[in-house]
């Protein structure tokens, strides 16, 4: 089956360096995606790793190993405004032959940034 | 230029009812997802719509409906509304319906059924 696991919350300072952490279960991947959600608003969509290794883009990374399952996204400097929810979710290529783009969520990790 | 846009943002109905949700993707965009977020879950996938055909569907009963129009919106039907369909409704556009495109997602429906 399909399965996606990652901490469900945790507290860093801020200015702060924190490791969101997300493993995963499927046997169609293709992409793992990162995106940020603030109490009552959408999802925002934040990296995209397809192949291993680390994308960067400004105060954010994302890390991926296909072979272990597992990714990371990891927050630099953090601001008190990066308080939310992360949802780590999964493009699994099974469905449909490939032909539909959907993604699988985790239950995300509540981030709180404490002053 | 405008993000994907749903209305309406907020709905309460009551059992047995029915609904229908509304979502225009970003310009350009030809496919449209429906995703239920229920509170402090992650996102469930319902529906995919590319080119007004259906090309995927979650584990919803049929009590759930979609359809794609010309224009690339789209519109979420459920019927004989139950306590458990209050969720966040989230509509997602990407450019075409297949491919590891980044789904882009709207503001939501709030539904509530009491």
């Known amino acids: 089956g399909q399965n996606i696991d990652q901490p469900t919350e945790m507290t860093a300072t801020e200015g702060a360096i924190v490791q969101i952490n997300c493993t995963y279960q499927t046997s169609g991947f293709n992409g793992l995606f990162w995106y940020q959600?603030?109490?009552?608003?959408?999802?925002?969509?934040?990296?995209?790793?397809?192949?291993?290794?680390?994308?960067e883009k400004g105060r954010f990374s994302s890390f991926l190993s296909r072979s272990k399952g597992y990714s990371y996204?990891?927050?630099?400097?953090?601001?008190?405004?990066?308080?939310?929810?992360?949802?780590?979710?999964?493009?699994?290529?099974?469905?449909?032959?490939?032909?539909?783009?959907?993604?699988?969520?985790?239950?995300?990790?509540?981030?709180?940034?404490?002053? | 230029d405008a993000g994907v846009t749903q209305s309406p943002t907020h709905l309460i109905k009551t059992r047995g009812q029915h609904v229908t949700l509304r979502c225009s993707p970003i310009s350009g965009h030809k496919s449209v997802s429906w995703y239920q977020q229920v509170l402090g879950?992650?996102?469930?996938?319902?529906f995919q719509y590319y080119e007004k055909e259906e090309r995927g569907r979650g584990n919803f009963p049929d009590r759930f409906s979609a359809r794609q129009f010309p224009n690339y919106s789209s519109e979420l039907?459920?019927?004989?509304?139950?306590?458990?369909?209050?969720?966040?409704?989230?509509?997602?556009s990407s450019l075409g319906g297949a491919g590891a495109e980044t789904q882009y997602f709207g503001p939501g429906t709030r539904l509530l059924v009491l």
């Open chain 1, 37 to 55: 959600q603030h109490a009552g608003e959408a999802p925002t969509f934040l990296s995209y790793n397809v192949l291993d290794g680390l994308e």
């Open chain 1, 73 to 115: 996204l990891l927050l630099k400097e953090l601001q008190m405004k990066d308080s939310a929810s992360y949802l780590c979710a999964v493009r699994d290529l099974r469905e449909y032959g490939g032909a539909t783009n959907k993604l699988i969520f985790g239950t995300g990790t509540l981030l709180a940034v404490q002053p």
């Open chain 2, 41 to 46: 879950q992650g996102p469930q996938f319902i």
């Open chain 2, 77 to 92: 039907n459920v019927n004989a509304l139950l306590l458990g369909d209050s969720a966040l409704y989230l509509c997602a």
